[in-house]
């Protein structure tokens, strides 16, 4: 039975470069552990939750993540006087296939390593506690511990499985306690190999000292590099003694059985040997949930040692395992097993045992109600929205809204919502720029009307000088004087077109006076209903109580509303119900009047055309088309909006915001 102590949490080994991180999400995916926390876009390693299996470093495109170094530690040790040792994971002829696996030795040695050790001898150390515990294990499931990854997973998120762990060390910490206390034990130790998570085992509560330092191959081959040796150059060189046998198959998927020489010993059915992250899972849960009950559960996370994340070369796992079974032959024709024996006998009495700890951090589960409304958020109202298409990293909407609850995932992860907002923000952009385009269109239509107005004003003040003048002076009983009437009224009639086109173009003046609005309007309303065409409409109004008075100028606003309300009326020659609404806007700073009727509404096609000079759909006669651009003009002089929304066949409402405040002009 494992023992648990008491929780020692070691730093992370692997941490995310924040400016490389291009939000794709691989990691928290690959995840096995799903520690990848995602904050501001960027993803970040939780060190508490995470198992050091590497994946994501693998799978990062980017090269976003960075694994700890022990590099300019190591290069200090070798400068130091006291010896230091290197210890070869058994999977270093597989990194370093180019060259033969004594010229990596050399090497070693040439970095100033003063003996160089495989690891495999403790491979053979482990084997042999495995054997012992399978004797006298009864019923119960064992799971292989030399994988650190996997010890991990279970402590921090299986905890429930710790009692199946085997309480034996890995074979990297059996060949350092041997190094320590039999071989070398002036000297510090460094081990060398493919995996990162080894650089966190070695920190273990209940197993450190064993270890000094883990490089991983990647380093090892970038201090060659740096220090210019060629491997290739170098004569070969031996391990030190002890040398293994069949132990240096370890690394490969199933060498721990073959290393125990066990098949032999149970039927092949009580023995599962299973590698790959997903894989390994897979069958972890099926343990707790006691699908499978072998005797022995033998798992890697990767796909064997030779697949570590840290091998320098993209050599395929075939390959790697022909390498390494070859180098294991070798070792089987040099040594002898008498001589193995008596070596692993000397070793016997090096404890091997190790304890395991309870690292899980239970997260308290979403109710549905806390899940649903993490859902609604991103749009997926109903169980139908969820598309499960894993773009977040996450393979359900449902798992990723737990992660969004448990503060490790964003909202704004989900692909299918932030399109569904990059519509949204680009409608809005157009609609936008639809509008600036308008108001470019009504401000040079503007700058041209005030010229004409402006040219026209005085031959028309000449002209209606002089006709009226004319037209006083002639008798009563002239013929003429109809003539002339015509052209008194009709010079009367351009100046307030003229009029309007200053007032659209914003060339008049505006006389600014606090305003009580709701009283304008009632002003206003009084004088509107009196037209015939009221006399079939229903008139409601709403008008806040609370309204400040605005500085507006009240005969030109005045006009504004006269043009709504007669349009309105218009708008509904038979019946219908007309509705002025007053009320502040939401930030408070504004007036608002909204004018509805019941009418005929506006073509959408014709919406766009509204404030433009002219524009007028009635009959000749009956209408100048000026009402809404001079509406427009004095609305803009006094730094407020007009709106419209219009439907034919149902009606209009047109909406006014005037500010509260005016600044200086
Ligand atoms: P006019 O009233 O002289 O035509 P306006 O500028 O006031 O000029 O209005 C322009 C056009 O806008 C009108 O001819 C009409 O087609 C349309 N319109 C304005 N208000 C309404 C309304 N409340 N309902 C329907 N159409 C309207």
Redo the contacts with the bound molecule.
Sequence with gaps: MANLTSSAKPAGVVRTIKERCQQCYACVRHCPAKAIQVLEGRAKVMDDRCIACGRCVRVCSQDAKEVESAVPEVLQMLREKEPVVACLAPSFPAAFHDVRPGQVIAGLKRLGFDGVYEVSFGAEMVARAYARLLRQNGSKTILTTPCPALVAYVERHRPQLIPHLAPIVSPMIAMGRALKQRYRPDAKVVFIGPCLAKKAEIRRPSLTGAIDSVLTYIELEGIFYRQEIDLSALEESDPSPPVPRVGRIFPVSGGLLRTAMLQGDVLESDIVVTEGADRSMDLLEELIQDIIRPRFLDVLICNGCIDGPMMSNDLHVFSRREIVAHYAREACAATSPAELERELDACAAIDLSRTFTDENQPLRTPTEDELRSILRKINKLSRADELNCGACGYESCQEKAIAVFHGRAELTMCLPYMIERLKQVNQTLKDTEEQLIQSAKLASMGQLAAGIAHEINNPLGTIMIYSNLVYRDLPAEDEKREDLKMVVEEAARCREIVAGLLDFARKSKLSLEPTDMNDLIRDSLAMATKLPVYDHIQVHTDLAADLPPIPVDPRQIKQVLL?LFT??GE?MPDSGTFTVITRLSSDAERVEIVVS?T????PEE?ISK?FTPF????DIGK???????VAYGIIKMHRGGIEVA?KAGEG?TFTLSLPKRQSPR
């Design positions: 043009n349009n309105a708008a009727d009418g005929k509404g506006i014709n509204l524009f007028t759909t009635k209408g100048t088309g000026l009402g809404l651009a219009s209009t």
